[in-house]
């Protein structure tokens, strides 16, 4: 396989990092250069010792970041915005993890990001990295944006059920359960060990700035309210959605509904069992895999559907998708590099 | 202070478990007897091993069962009623904590616990046991029905916005993230610790049967939709409720109607901070304790009401408030035996 | 009962938040002031959540620090040292958490900490506050130390060995499986959520400071080794020591020894039970009580002696046995106020 | 790649169903059947939920075995015994993960399994399966027999040591904590989650069968004991031993020592870092991988050495290093299907 060489902005976060555990795997990558300013000069495995013995790398200042095939920018929201042309300029393919090009209204942006977009007329030269909803554009996509790791939970539960048009026009409501590495690698108050084991922490109430992609990727924008707690889980997503369906849908419509959508998807699974321990999507099961889980439950008097997902917010949320998304645009198989199968137990 | 004897029907599992270290450990309580008829003839901390040097109380079984002046009963549901008569006569007080005698509706019985109430006369003769909703009927009351863990989470959170006709005539949707311990006693393969640790569950998507607690004993009988996560905490439940606000309504008078409902309350705490690390309810903090934690946000722009409550399943949940109520009912201060504050860290 | 007056100097960390909350709930105790130096002015409750509602003390910083029947001091080793003078003549009775009066022997405290003690002509004047080794002192002490959390641990599992003259004159080996709360309040890259849940840290594989403690508290300063391993449980202590008995000596004497030394003691518990799920000490029983239980196995045909025991390291470890020594030393009933028996589950 | 078939038998325990996530992973290997006297009839995806998706497998029950070019035998200790000849002919080569034939001395076998052999002259026919130790023997070997992972723990973290021949001629003392995979997949009391979270059970104090295979492993049979304490981690070991270093002899020996044994070994790392948060080995860190991390500290003034090691029980300790061993059997690249690399954070 002919290698692409990749270079990882922002390493030292767990974004990045995944991505970089993931790239070192890929068979079609080669990643050239890692940078983090605060570790520049070290092994990268002094930050992932999960890397230990797999790459001789150290992080590199980002000032020396030279141009590649592919460049991964994993910097926090809005540190892209500052110099985007001349990271622009350092890939032929730019793939961002950041929030910084994910909505194409700007307006949305303004209202969940608290400012104006720098550049709201690159907002439409962006794809937003989600295959299941844009496989086809990201096959020749140059501007990669990856989705948030809770949109990317709602948004694959949710858009068949629109899609199919069998909800009723009222509020969904979302709850999300969140992990501490959602919260990044900086340490502080709020995520010392003391503190937040065993915490359940209503962390977004309301306000969530995933909402915003959620709604604009939804058919018809409808309204989704997300509330995201803060468990004391280290990786993973669950959510589960509130909704209910139009008089005449049935079980079996829903059923179909998803089959039609994710039918060929290779990491959508439809989970719902009779039997066993594990019926409906569980983090657990799904913890470093690229895989989203997706399974529902209808109330048959009242017509409520919950609907239930669970991923890995790092893989499937974040790092996994992407490098899904970049074998689409390579066209290589869409599942290389991702095919870890997850732990029992 | 003049002791009244105590005895304890079901005392291995967690509620009666719990039910009697608080009573152990109450100066106007005196433990008599403590069945199970699976470890009748062992000492009660073989099960319990935080009793060990605390009593040397020995299970007996139920035959055995003598008179006292307070009864408590912590069976399985549906086992209170096989031999009703018999336990009755046997206390002059009778504190029920299963579900058998919560509901006042025999159709909601028959519709939460599938088959209809085998004494449905008897419902009416039953206190539903919630000091905060109930106080002046428990202080006369013999028989007392202690309230569901996720009712008590719920209802309480729920009571004053109904109470003061805040909340918009629409679902109100109740997520519930409860702990393993809420599944009692009994050990499984849905419980073995490799499977279940990590496991965010969803039990009970629709029909918890605790929705029929919370329906009857809010004004209006609202429609009120559970869905419940267990999670793999041990103890605790994060409850959050998702409302709307009436137009006119505001922030203050939220405030307002907890202040009314709860100002003198003991155990219930308003939690709503600008700072600190637990700003809003969380199970970590009221973790042994007998407090229910309330707070809630408001979505300025759509009226969007979060209401968020936190408490100790097997204490403010069960054993705790079964125990408040006792107190009111036997003339003593509210607050003895339950003055535990909780850990930090 | 006639209060007494307690201030406590560095309340925002573990071990002050927990004599605080002790002591609120201490019948003899009035805690009239709590320093911080950096929460000064704050509610204590906002550092300590669970103190909410228990409380309307705030922090103060300590130079407005006024004189009190009881000073107890949990400031960071060294600090103390640094105005010994004042805060000595801010209690009639001082009681220090810290390191740095623990030991007799000036040549120890070099050793460990680093550096010469700047007093030691004060160190013969405290007295180590280990009730079940030093009650006799403590009863007339105005200096108080508390032990280490660790060598509590370490040091009442060994004693009666020691002193009964059970051992071989061979090195024992101890192994601590300690907690995140023992590295205290500060927040750090160590300590940050998703690095530390699930990781197992060896901590000090040698050169333990609480080694010295151990040491000089057994008979004949014999050579005990420690390992300390950091776990990610919050609170608790797991100890294990490995030793042999001499030839002739058996079970029975094992146990006899712990018997004579502690048959009387409120707060030893001696752990070895042939079935049950909790035959052992385990950390999990004792978490929140000023418990430490104490258990051993013999390996008949080697001679080998698995002495074994849990606690919690910031009561029994810290805060508990000091308010135990406070209430020897003020001639309450020695279990005031520490008589909360721990959960189950 | 010429694929193999591969028949497991054992398959809904956590040996064999992490043995059947490697295989459908390997590109050498053939899944043909796995048998599950419980489970026979249902997909493999009912028991091991990581594999929905991965296979359409079923369970069959162990008579409807057919002969593949190798079978895996994961059934509990004992069992293979009761069908010794049966099983062997079905396969050209055997791997068995159970303790049946782990031993050369037929002594130690009755000491630790506490009944005669009832093959002992078929126990020199079997090789066991660690490739640091017996790579050459395992070549050619029909007969696999896969260590323990207690075993393999402390065995590779020692074996180097007493090969140099660095230690002094004294007990060394083990303390390894385990998780609670390790007791297997059948659910109990002891395993049912509210009692076995939090909990740090003692389980072999001393006794442990794994003793055997340690001390038959490193040259000279020497004085080894160990004690084994699970904690609630769900996978994972974490050992520590403690020995001394003959005189003479200086950490730069030890790191010699180890450098000589596993210098070229893919799945030995040395772990002795001065800086970074995982400066030695930790089970977080080789969750899910086949790696064994191995790490030391020397107190320089008494000469005591304390060897740290981690590992995976459940890769690296069971189904990896078997997979690894008939990697070199089959002449395979010995890496294939172990090179998960495991995760930060």
């Not at 010792?49 to 809005?78: C, W």
């Not at 194409?104 to 794809?127: C, I, S, T």
């Not at 020749?140 to 990856?146: E, I, K, N």
């Not at 983090?283 to 009242?302: C, H, Q, R, S, W």
Request: with cysteine.
């Amino acid at each position: 396989m002919d290698r692409k060489t990749v270079a990882i902005v922002g390493g030292s976060g767990y974004a990045g990092g995944e991505f970089l555990r993931l790239a070192l795997g890929h068979p079609g990558l080669e990643v050239t250069q890692v940078t983090s300013r605060r570790f520049a000069g070290e092994f990268v495995h002094l930050v992932h010792p999960n890397l230990r013995g797999r790459t001789s790398l150290k992080f590199i200042p980002p000032e020396k970041l030279e141009p590649a095939d592919i460049l991964v920018l994993a910097l926090p929201h809005g540190a892209f915005l500052e110099e985007y042309e001349r990271y622009l300029g350092l890939g032929k393919v730019v793939l961002d993890l950041s929030a910084d090009f994910r909505l194409k209204d700007p307006a949305l942006y303004e209202k969940y990001y608290g400012r104006p977009h720098p550049f709201p007329e690159e907002l439409p030269r962006w794809v937003y990295a989600v295959p299941e909803l844009y496989r086809e554009r990201i096959r020749t996509a140059d501007r990669l944006a990856g989705a948030g790791c809770n949109a990317t939970a709602t948004l694959l539960a949710l858009y068949p059920l629109f899609r199919a048009g069998l909800l009723q026009p009222r509020p969904v409501f979302v709850t999300l359960l969140i992990s501490t590495s959602a919260a990044g690698r900086e340490a502080g108050p709020a995520s010392h060990h003391p503190e937040r084991a065993g915490s359940y922490r209503v962390y977004k109430a309301t306000g969530h700035r995933h909402t915003a992609e959620v709604v604009e990727n939804l058919p018809g924008r409808p309204e989704v309210h997300l509330t995201a707690i803060a468990t004391d889980r280290v990786r993973g997503i669950l959510m589960t959605a509130q909704a209910f369906l139009l008089d005449g849908w049935s079980e079996r419509d829903v059923w179909q509904a998803y089959r039609e959508a994710y039918g060929q998807e290779p990491f959508v699974r439809i989970v719902k069992q009779k039997k066993g321990l594990f019926r409906y999507p569980d983090p657990k099961v799904v913890e470093g895999t690229n895989y989203i889980d997706i399974g529902f439950e209808l109330e048959a008097d009242t017509g409520r559907l919950v609907v239930i997902s669970a991923l890995d917010n790092l893989v499937k949320g974040t790092a996994g998708h992407a490098l899904q998304a970049l074998n689409i645009r390579m066209g290589w198989p869409e599942t290389l590099g991702l095919d870890f199968p997850g732990f029992h137990p």
